[in-house]
Every structure is written in C-alpha cells, then in structure tokens.
C-alpha cells in the first residue's frame, strides 16, 4: 500500500511513502512502551525545556511547514504561518503550566494526609484529520508528552511529509526518539493498535462514522478516548446585533480553511426582520475572498483538500435544492473532479433537506430564519452536533443568558468561535466528547490517583513500673 502526498490545486502527486507493515508498526509501538518507562520519571524542568525548544523549532521553520500544507492539502501560505505559529504558541503554554496544572491536590479528610496525584497513563494513539495538519496535532502532543505520556501519530494518508515534519520537529528538539512517532498506516491497522495491550488511551479528531468506530474498539478494550468529531456551528444573528460587524464576521467564519473547519460556522440563523440585509452584506464579504495558488501570499482560501471532498459538497447542495432549498450565492465547482469550491449561500433552508441536518464541509452558508430569540434557540439546538456557537447581539447580558442554552461546548458572544490553548475545546452530542486544551486538556489521560496516608499511630505509655 502505498500513502500519496496529493497536490489539490495542481492535481499532481508530490510524493509517495510505502505504509509501514505490522512487524515495523509493532516495533515502534515496543520502542515507546519502553520509553515510556523512562520518560514518565522525568522531571518537569526538562520536559519544559525540551518543548519550548520545540515551539522556537516550530517558528524558525514555519515557512516550510507552511508550504507543505499548501502542497498537501490546499492551504494558503498565510493561513499555514499562522496555524503554525498558534502550535509553537501551545507548546510554550503547556511547558510553563504542566506542572501546575498537574500538582497534587489536596482533600482534607480524616487523615494525616489525602490529595490526588494525576499520573500518566502510557501509550497514547492519535489518529487525526488533514484541515489542520499541525494544530490538530500539537494541541493532543505539547499536553501528553509534558504530562509524561509518549504519542503514537497516525495522521491522514493525504498529509504525509506534514506528519514526518512534525515527528521532526520534536526529536530535533530534543525528546527521545520513541517518546514521539509517526506511523504512516492505513486505517487498517488502527484496529489493531488500539487492541494492543501496550496502547492505554486512544484521541480521534475527525469524522463521526470514524469516532463511532475508534470509540468502539477501544469501549471493547476498556480504553480511554477523546473524540472530537463534526460540528454544523450556529452563528446567531439577533434583530439587535450590529449586522455590519456580523456579516463580516460571518463570512470569514465560513472560509476559515476554505469552510474546511469543524468550528467554521456551518448555520446562519438570522431574525426574520433583518435576514435580508444580513444575506446581502455577507454575500458582498464572500465575493470579495481571493482565491488562487495556496503559495501565493495574496490567497485568501485555497481548493478543498481533495476533487471527491468537493464533488461530496457538490452533491449534498443539489441534493439539498431539489429538496427546497435556493441557491441564494451560485459558487460551487466549475466541473465535476476539481478541488476548488467557490463560496456558495443556500436559502430556504428547512428539515428534511440535508442541507438542515448535515455538515457541510466546504465554503456553503446555510441560512436559517428565526421568528425570535427563542426560534433561534430552537433552530440552533435542533441539529445532532453540539460543537461550537455564536451569537450576535447589542445587548451583551442577554447574549450571555442565550449563550447558556445552545447546546454545544463553546459559544461566543460577539466574536467567532476559535480554539486557544487557555480554553477548553470539544462538544458534546455527535460533535464527541472529552476536552481538549487548558488544564482539562492535560488531565484527559492521566491516572487521578487518590492518596491516603493514614494518621500516625502512637504506641501506648509505657506504665511506670514502681
């Protein structure tokens, strides 16, 4: 079986990688259960050092790791420095706060002493997805391998020479060799990795047939996992907000990654009163998106990953308006096979289309009308995913009271919904669930020990003998 390194916008194949067979994939796997042994004992001082030498390594070679994103999977050079940057940034937040975050705590009880110990767990397999090849990557290593962790990467066939980069980046820093690697499997052998008893926690960011299936096979094993999977974000509009600051906001949420993004906002659900101006102005912010070669620093977004991702696209929008649905914005692609999606908005939106029920992964607004707030609430909460939201409104008290009721794991007020290494991240629903990042990032897999130590006992005094 041979991994391709796939060029979206030139349609060439840049590199091919023979995958690794069982034997060599189950002797990386014996290397990291042994490192791990080694690696849990270290101290906290040296895994700091060792990461902020992986953020400065990170910086010093973003322009290359931006362009092998462009090459692998279509995105703009601008956006890959910045995806980049973000990484090193993570990595340097968990050098400085692992320690803390990984402290005992302690509980008063009844004895001498009681408090938790968080504990790394060993092994920890990472399949991950292709939009964001180094974000997605960073945000489950930097948290793992400083909680004393070692990683097992099996990143996305189509992102090969990002994985191997990555893979780099941390052993030219300086961490042991086996305490972070790339595997560069089919999803074939995933299955079997998970089953392996020297693989104690499983994290999957992608798709949710995918989640379903990793959750599944390590449910059987008694494994811990983490799974971040598809989200169809709500971006509220209330008749109150100010529609100028929305509407572009709205726009450059639903192109982050060329619409290729589990947090882009997926469902515009606007007020009726002002759902016209509002489709208006965001179709005049999406037109104006220049698209192009992805190694051109004027690129505002690139091709979809792959022709099938937009030919898929392209098939849930017809199917969508021969449902009901109008096209309010004609983008799409130019032929069937291509990459490139150009930026679409559907109207008329309503249940029983796919465009109501499904993630559309790719530059296609779905616009929703709302009769008031609480329809809005309503529309929002109508859906099987539960990862991200906003909403949009002058009146930032009640922004905050509607925000409690949108079933997701994030919502925003005023401002599009992003990750940051300070803020937990994950959904709940068919979105997945665990979190990802901040303090709750960390402590995901690790052992939360409870130590007792008993009271002193004192011997009786001895009787004054006479």
């Known amino acids: 079986m041979a991994i391709e390194s796939f060029n979206p916008y030139t349609g060439r194949v840049e590199r091919r990688f023979r995958a690794f067979s069982w034997a060599k994939t189950e002797r990386i796997l014996a290397q990291a259960h042994r490192a791990f042994g080694e690696w849990r004992a270290t101290p906290f001082a040296l895994r700091s050092r060792l990461m902020h030498r992986a953020a400065d390594l990170l910086r010093e070679r973003q322009d290359e790791l931006a362009r092998l994103m462009a090459l692998e999977m279509g995105k703009p050079v601008v956006d890959g420095r910045a995806e980049v940057q973000k990484c090193a940034l993570t990595c340097d937040y968990y050098a400085e706060h692992a320690e803390q975050f990984l402290a005992d705590e302690e509980i008063q009880t009844e004895a001498r002493r009681s408090f938790i110990s968080h504990e790394p767990l060993g092994v920890v397999l990472a399949v991950m997805p292709w939009n964001f090849p180094f974000w997605q990557v960073v945000r489950f290593a930097a948290p793992a391998l400083m909680a004393g962790n070692v990683g097992l990467l099996k990143h996305a066939s189509n992102v090969p020479q990002c994985a191997l980069a990555l893979e780099q980046i941390f052993h030219d820093a300086g961490f042991p060799p086996a ?118 620093e004027a690129t505002q977004y690139g091709p979809l990953a792959r022709p099938d991702l937009a030919d898929e696209l392209t098939q849930q929008v017809a199917d969508s308006v021969k449902q009901g649905a109008k096209v309010e914005l004609h983008g799409g692609q130019s032929k069937a096979g291509t990459a490139l999606f150009r930026p679409t908005i559907l109207t008329r939106v309503k249940p029983g289309q796919r465009a ?45 009271q509607l925000a409690r009721r949108v079933e997701a794991g994030a919502v925003f007020v005023n401002s599009m919904v992003k990750s940051a290494p300070e803020m937990p991240f994950g959904g709940v629903k068919k979105s997945g669930y665990g979190r990802e990042l901040s303090h709750l990032g960390i402590r995901e897999f690790v052992n939360q020990k409870s130590i007792w130590v008993a009271q002193e006992t004192k011997p009786e005094a001895q009787k004054k003998v006479e």
């Open 356 to 400: 109501y029920a499904e993630e559309f992964f790719g530059p296609v607004a779905i616009i929703l009308e709302a009769k008031d707030a609480d329809d809005a609430i309503r529309l929002a909460n109508d859906s099987r995913f539960g990862l991200g939201g906003s909403i949009w409104t002058r009146d930032v008290r009640r922004g905050e």
């Open 179 to 296: 305490t972070f690697r790339t595997l560069l499997i089919g999803s074939d052998l995933v299955g079997k990795l998970i089953e392996d008893d020297r693989v104690q926690a499983v994290t999957l960011t992608g798709s949710e047939p995918a989640g379903a299936q990793v959750a599944a096979t390590a449910g059987r094993q008694i494994k811990k996992t983490v799974l971040e999977l598809g989200g169809s974000d709500a971006f509220i509009v209330l008749a109150d907000a100010d529609l100028a600051l929305a509407a572009k906001t709205a726009a450059q949420a639903r192109m982050i990654n060329a619409g290729q993004s589990c947090i882009a906002a997926k469902r515009f659900i606007v007020e009726k009163p002002v759902l016209r101006e509002f489709v208006a102005k965001m179709k005049a912010h999406l037109l104006a998106f220049q698209t192009g070669d992805p190694l051109d």
